[in-house]
């Protein structure tokens, strides 16, 4: 079983960047590390999402090029680096884990941490 505790969120002007941490504590190899975001009155959605056993990762469509995901391994935790957001981005950031590898599917995830809130302003 694993722990997951996000950080990192805050408010930032678009354009700007961000980066969300996410500690994991416990057995994190063969496992997928990923990052949902959830806006107000709108469904819970995949981000980025990367394999520990190969370091394979995978990044929605809505953000790629903007937001990158990475793995410190000394550290256990895994990184969302967000480059020039946009106001769209505002959202609450979870952090979710599972044994094997990635998908987009919530249902998958078996292991949620709290959440980190992210405000962009234009």
């Known amino acids: 079983q694993v722990h997951l505790v996000e950080s990192g969120g805050g408010s930032v002007q678009a354009g700007g960047s961000l980066t969300l941490s996410c500690a994991v504590s416990?057995?994190?190899?063969?496992?997928?590390v990923a990052w949902f975001r959830q806006a107000p009155g709108k469904e819970r959605e995949g981000v980025a999402c990367i394999y520990t056993e190969t370091g394979n990762t995978y990044v929605a469509d809505a953000v790629k090029g903007r937001f990158t995901i990475s793995r410190e391994i000394a550290k256990n935790t895994i990184y969302l680096q967000m480059n020039n957001v946009r106001p769209s981005d505002t959202a609450m950031y979870y952090c979710?884990?599972?044994?094997?590898?990635?998908?987009?599917?919530?249902?998958?995830?078996?292991?949620w941490g709290l959440g980190t809130q992210v405000t962009v302003s234009s």
């Open positions: 979710a884990a599972r044994i094997g590898a990635c998908f987009w599917q919530e249902f998958r995830f078996d292991t």
């Open positions: 416990g057995n994190i190899y063969d496992r997928s």
